[in-house]
């Protein structure tokens, strides 16, 4: 190891302080640029030279040092982020921590709309690990829809290989001339060449270079294994490295894609085929999150959720929106914020918007209105291309109404409900009682709490807090406890849909039996409303009447929803 190496893993060593992992990060990029630069003049010297092959080569170096150069700035920039974690989420963690150090489970499907914050958990998530001083790693994979699960997992440089091994297979041209030589000799009789110990001597050297050239046509192929990126977190936490890898945007796969690395993501065990190499790895140290945009959620095959935890992160509300630009910039004005606010979700919710602006592209926009507009409020939008990126979307008028009338939020279409959207999608959903989160009723579930534990059932029970509120009934003020975590199932394969409802596979059902107070239908025929209380082009919201009762419903396309109770 040189000298820069060991200086490098100095700084690393000591990643508890924010500066010292800045400097590092710097260092390391320092060093890269300096590779770079080697690397552009020696491909300039091999095309002046005619050797093809090596500038070739040297130029998917250069490529490859570029790719980590910009994923080292992106990590550095990433970790500095601010990030709010909900309740919610910080359950899901832990849960997580705790099968993966069971070896049960480490795996977890984040889905949501763009701008949720599901890849920065985990860039979050490895920045706090290294302030702590803790050995830790990130590896970040953006699907293609090329891409294949041996991609993932590792892929041989047969290009580097011939190479070498036609570099190995030639004989120096010292050797050529001296057989040459030994050749006239014995042609002309002057050596025996069954008797003279020189050319028996040189005889052998040429056995040797004639071996050695074999052996380059057939190189060990352990020199030559690129590990890719599922590969090197398998390696890595098998060797005891703390490692997060992040799968962006499954769903832009093809199907092959997720199916044939299900037993490596289950088993973190993969062997390679050309050397008999077996790399495991270590679920105690290897965290694995998987991101899906909403859409298109559905791609992702159901023997692929079942062998991970869901959490769907619903899309910040405009008070969690002000809450998370705030940490960002500290010192902005109350009614710069309100007005950004105001506009920014006015076009995010527009059903006409093609592109909706997402949570960077909001702060971004903020970072430049902060700048030009002190103290003041904008009589237009100034700025549009930072926040919508096609011409259609930056002539919508709905914005100014925001800032000229505020109510006209309350106007805006409602979003449909996730648990509507998957049991639309064929999922199994159910809703559980409203009782496990009740702050007057958990004296009674001590024993139901420990039967759900001895059945295998993984949970997260509810959390509260006191607080004084007024009583306009009895008009005084009293101690009234709410939850600031509901109670929640977390367990692989079972989808936390948010307002208690969850998608259940019929394998968890029985065990779940005791816990599931609705269920939800899908209608068949036609089903007229009895009253309507929103309908946009995406879906009618309403009431319909079932077996004499009115219920809520939505519908979707020809579906329609409903929720009934649950008949065990």
């Known amino acids: 190891m040189g000298i820069e190496s060991r200086n490098l893993r100095e700084m690393f060593a000591k990643v508890e302080d924010a500066d010292v992992l800045r400097q590092a990060l710097g260092a390391l990029l320092d060093r890269i640029d300096g590779l770079e630069q080697r690397l552009t003049t020696a491909s300039s010297v091999e095309r002046k030279g005619g050797g093809e092959g090596k500038s070739s080569l040297i130029r998917e170096k250069r490529d490859r040092l570029a790719e980590i150069r910009h994923g080292l700035t992106e990590l550095n920039e990433r970790m500095q982020r601010p990030y709010i974690v909900s309740s919610e989420l910080q359950a899901v963690k832990d849960v997580l921590d705790t099968l993966a150090e069971s070896g049960a489970c480490n795996s977890v499907i984040l889905e949501g709309e763009p701008g949720t914050g599901k890849t920065q958990w985990a860039y979050s998530e490895v920045g706090q690990e290294l302030q702590d001083g803790k050995d830790s790693m990130l590896i970040h994979v953006r699907v293609k829809e090329t891409m294949t699960a041996q991609d993932l997992l590792y892929s041989v440089d047969d290009v580097r290989r011939l190479s070498d091994a036609q570099a190995r297979s030639q004989v120096p041209d010292a050797i050529r001339e001296e057989a040459a030589s030994w050749k006239a000799k014995i042609l002309s009789g002057e050596v025996d060449p069954t008797e003279d110990k020189e050319y028996l001597k040189f005889k052998a050297k040429m056995k040797a270079v004639e071996e050695l050239g074999e052996t380059g046509k057939d190189l060990d192929y352990i020199n030559y294994i690129d590990l890719g990126p599922l590969g090197e977190a398998i390696k890595q936490s098998g060797e005891g490295k703390t490692v997060w890898l992040v799968i962006d945007e499954i769903e832009k796969g093809r199907e092959e894609l997720m199916t044939g690395m299900l037993d490596e993501i289950e088993n973190l065990t993969f062997t390679i085929a050309e050397t008999g190499t077996k790399i495991k790895g270590d679920k105690r140290n290897l965290r694995i999150v998987i991101t899906t945009n909403t859409e298109d959620s559905d791609k992702i095959p159901s023997s692929f959720r079942r062998r991970s935890l869901y959490h769907f992160l619903e899309y910040p509300t405009q008070g969690e929106m002000a809450e998370i630009v705030s940490l960002n910039f500290p010192r902005i004005d109350k009614d710069l914020l309100d007005y950004a606010l105001d506009v920014y979700y006015a076009y995010h919710e527009h059903p006409q918007i093609e592109k909706k602006p997402s949570t960077p592209e909001l702060l971004a926009w903020i970072e430049v209105l902060s700048g030009e507009f002190d103290g003041e409020i904008p009589d237009d939008v100034p700025h549009k291309e930072i926040l919508l990126k096609f011409k259609d979307d930056q002539e919508v008028e709905i914005a100014r109404k925001t800032i000229e009338a505020k109510e006209d939020v309350e106007s805006r279409a409602g979003k449909l409900p996730h648990y509507v959207a998957r049991a639309v999608q064929g999922a199994p959903v159910f809703r559980i009682s409203g009782r496990l989160s009740d702050p007057n009723a958990q004296s009674?579930?001590?024993?139901?709490?420990?039967?759900?534990?001895?059945?295998?059932?993984?949970?997260?029970?509810?959390?509260?807090?006191?607080?004084?509120?007024?009583?306009?009934?009895?008009?005084?003020?009293?101690?009234?406890?709410?939850?600031?975590?509901?109670?929640?199932?977390?367990?692989?394969?079972?989808?936390?849909?948010?307002?208690?409802?969850?998608?259940?596979?019929?394998?968890?059902?029985?065990l779940l039996a005791e816990v599931l107070a609705e269920k939800v239908e899908i209608l068949s025929g036609k089903v007229e409303f009895t009253s309507v209380d929103e309908k946009n082009n995406d879906f009618t919201r309403g009431k319909v009447e079932i077996d004499g009762y009115e219920r809520d419903a939505y519908r979707v396309g020809n579906k329609t929803v409903v929720s009934s109770e649950y008949a065990r």
């Open 444 to 510: 009674e579930l001590t024993r139901f709490y420990a039967d759900l534990d001895r059945r295998g059932v993984h949970f997260v029970t509810p959390q509260f807090e006191e607080k004084r509120e007024w009583d306009d009934y009895d008009r005084d003020y009293k101690n009234v406890r709410t939850a600031t975590r509901e109670f929640q199932i977390v367990m692989p394969g079972i989808e936390a849909l948010g307002d208690g409802y969850y998608a259940i596979p019929e394998e968890h059902q029985d």
